[in-house]
């Protein structure tokens, strides 16, 4: 075997393969960016229906262009509870029919204009100042790096069928028995399970396929081991989530498997089903088609030998008849193996639409509860949601509210102390939820600076701006809370008692505060930007009833009513009530957009 042919085709397959996916993840990102908001609301609207879960999963997938993204992205939602497992399992079926558009991208014969593609799409991606215009660049440049690709993976694979050894090798896997079939499956399965990417393995699949190295047989089985294989990808990212999430990554696991076992038994019928529907289309017979079949029917009266020759030596440039004869070769094959991959998923979904209440008990009895009652992880950020901002930055509003939800138990805590005395219990949980607020913000911080690095819309950097201050307005809350219970610790340590009037004045104040920070909240988690003017009114009015409470204790304290260590201690607690009102107005500003 010549040495410098091997490494040019592993080169040249190498460097297609790797243009493939960096054009499936351009595509990918474009696609997310010029949808905006409609995969968000896409998600919201999954209900416990199982036909409107499979539809999201269709559309959610054709947009983020990877199942295995989808798949991962629904464990992360369970994950968090946003979803629950039944929602979960409608959604992934949905994404085994959305993975299927790969293949029908790849039949349109476009790939010589994949080059051109690129380079027009790239210059509106690099100097547009229009986001959309240029997110809609991103994509077409996406999918003239996908054809570009194929191309050049199809080039590299030409020569391996003028190679004895290789021909020998692919001669061992062909889907000629059900041994062949399982090998094949078998495969794919494994190249898919370390490329992760069926898309990946789809378009290496396509591309031995349409240069004749492997049969349109082999090709289907090796597209039913894929199915198999990329439902590594949800396994993985199961690892070390809660119990709801890994039932839905099992449930991944299991639709696909037993999909392709029922699939392999009736493999030689269903291929020749597929294979009649495409030679009634096209005239030709996947199965058996061959060029010179091909350049026979195209060319009657031509030199058939000829334009056989042409395409066998890889003339550069291919003479017409040559590019015409090899294109509708190409164009056979592609067809039935889209076509094979489309059905198959879709006679899955449509097998087990049915028995998704079954598939879900299943799952449950494989991962039964933990003996210990698990908490929905809002306590921390999912990194499965980096690679769809536009839901990922929905995960990070959720720990925004669930800070802002902290700081109003903390305020009923802190209430509780200071009209009852001091209570170790609250304390603990007052002093233990400001530690949790200051790590959380530090996560999103972390979560949401990774979520924006990449290729994202400007409404998607916007509100990861907007969500680190507010996360940042809501820790602040948090450490005041816990100050305004240290100075009262520190009246109490000093034998000094919070008078009558003192305290009656402060839990006034308190109360005050807390019904301020429960309605921002409220406007906060609506998105409501209408705040402003109320929040301005009322934060005036705190303000000024501050002012007169520490007006009053100065003139008791001129009384010599208090002693000065009080005074200092209590004016300072109406201090800090002072700074939580103008964090709670900050926060009012940043959902009004004004910070």
């Known amino acids: 075997m010549d040495a410098g042919l091997l490494f040019k085709i592993i080169f040249q397959v190498i460097g297609g393969l790797g243009i493939f996916l960096l054009g499936m993840k351009h595509m990918s990102e474009g696609l997310q960016a010029v949808s905006g908001d409609r995969l968000r609301k896409m998600i919201s609207a999954v209900t416990d229906n199982r036909i409107l879960g499979v539809g999201v999963g269709v559309l959610v997938t054709c947009l983020v262009q990877s199942s295995s993204v989808t798949t991962v992205m629904v464990v992360g939602l369970v994950n968090s509870a ?92 062909q889907a000629t028995s059900y041994l062949g079939i399982i090998k094949c499956a078998m495969v794919g399965m494994i190249l898919t399970m370390i490329v992760q990417s069926s898309s990946a393995t789809l378009g290496i699949t396509i591309g031995l396929a349409a240069t004749g190295v492997i049969e349109f047989q082999t090709a289907a089985a090796l597209v039913m081991g894929e199915n198999i294989g990329t439902t590594v990808t949800a396994l993985l990212a199961s690892i070390g989530t809660t119990t709801n999430a890994k039932r839905a990554a099992y449930a991944h696991f299991f639709f696909n498997v037993i999909g392709t076992a029922w699939f392999i038994l009736l493999f030689p019928v269903a291929i020749g089903g597929l294979s009649a529907i495409i030679s009634a289309k096209t005239g030709f017979d996947p199965r058996t088609v061959t060029l010179a079949e091909v350049a026979g029917h195209l060319f009657p009266d031509g030199d058939s030998t000829a334009i056989l020759a042409d395409i066998a030596n890889n003339t550069d440039p291919l003479t017409k008849a040559g590019k015409t004869v090899a294109n509708k070769y190409d164009q056979v094959v592609t067809a039935g193996i889209a076509l094979t991959h489309t059905t198959f998923n879709v006679a899955n979904v449509l097998l087990f639409l049915p028995f998704i209440g079954l598939l879900a008990k299943f799952v449950t009895r494989l991962a039964p509860e933990k003996g210990t009652k698990e908490a929905a992880h809002l306590t921390y950020l999912d990194v499965r949601m980096l690679d769809t901002p536009s839901l990922g930055i929905v995960q990070s509003q959720g720990q925004i509210n669930f800070m ?154 001129q009384k010599e009513e208090v002693s000065p260590l009080f005074s200092l201690a209590y004016t300072d607690m109406l201090n800090f009530y002072r700074r939580m009102k103008d964090h709670a107005l900050n926060i009012a500003e940043v959902i009004n957009g004004e910070k």
């Open 82 to 173: 946003i979803m629950n497992l039944m929602q979960a399992i409608g959604v992934i079926l949905g994404a085994n029919i959305g993975t299927t558009i790969t293949g029908w991208i790849l039949v349109l014969k476009i790939g010589k204009y994949g080059l051109p593609m690129l380079g027009i799409a790239a210059f509106f991606f690099l100097f547009s100042k229009n986001q959309r215009i240029r997110y809609i660049g991103m994509t077409i440049m996406g999918i003239g790096m996908v054809f570009f690709g194929l191309e050049l993976m199809k080039n590299g694979f030409k020569p391996l069928k003028s190679l004895p050894e290789f021909e020998a090798w692919f001669h061992a896997f």
């Open 404 to 557: 802002a939800d902290s700081v109003e138990k903390m305020m009923i805590k802190l209430r509780t102390v200071l009209e009852s005395g001091l209570d170790p219990e609250l304390e603990s949980k007052i002093f233990e939820r400001e530690e949790i607020l200051d790590n959380i913000q530090k996560e999103i911080f972390l979560y949401l600076s990774n979520l924006v690095s990449g290729q994202v819309p400007l409404t998607v950097t916007n509100t990861a701006n907007k969500q680190m201050r507010l996360a940042d307005e809501y820790e602040s809350l948090s450490d005041y809370i816990a100050s305004v219970l240290k100075g009262y610790k520190r009246i109490s340590k000093e034998n000094m008692d919070l008078d009558g009037s003192a305290k009656t004045k402060l839990l006034a104040l308190h109360d005050r505060v807390a019904a301020y920070l429960v309605k921002v909240a409220i406007y906060m988690k609506d998105d409501n930007r209408d705040v402003l003017t109320w929040a301005n009114t009322e934060g005036a009015a705190i303000s000024k009833l501050m002012k007169q409470i520490r007006a009053e204790h100065i003139g008791r304290l």
